[in-house]
């Protein structure tokens, strides 16, 4: 088994999240300490990131990182909701 950070300092050219470069580093404690949803994809043309992504990850975790996140207009709609479901308490 290799350390979990031997590819700490590989750079991903352009995170579409942050809007410029990152290293796995952030990338792979990102949510709550497991990798970002889109590892797989940015890290793909680097290193074998899916064979990291087996040897250091449960079947468990894998499940809950690689789930298709929330995409922007799912988030913005669900704010909407939050925020005419806040209008309609204050009536
Ligand atoms: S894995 Fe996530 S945080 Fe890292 S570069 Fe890709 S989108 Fe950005």
């Known amino acids: 088994m290799s350390g979990i950070d031997q ?4 750079r991903h050219f352009w995170c579409p ?3 410029q470069t990152i290293n796995f580093a952030y990338c792979r404690k990102v949510q ?6 889109r590892v797989l994809t940015c890290f793909a043309p680097h290193f ?7 040897e250091h990850y449960t079947p468990q975790e894998r499940d ?3 789930a298709p996140a929330q995409g922007r ?6 704010t909407l909701d939050r925020v005419r479901q ?6």
């Open 32 to 37: 709550g300490g497991l990798p970002c949803t």
């Open 64 to 66: 809950s990182f690689l």
């Open 73 to 78: 207009v799912e988030r913005v709609l669900d």
């Open 17 to 19: 999240q942050l809007g």
């Open 7 to 10: 590819y700490d300092t590989v």
């Open 48 to 54: 074998d990131v899916a064979a990291f992504i087996d």
């Open 86 to 91: 806040g209008r309609e308490e204050e009536k």
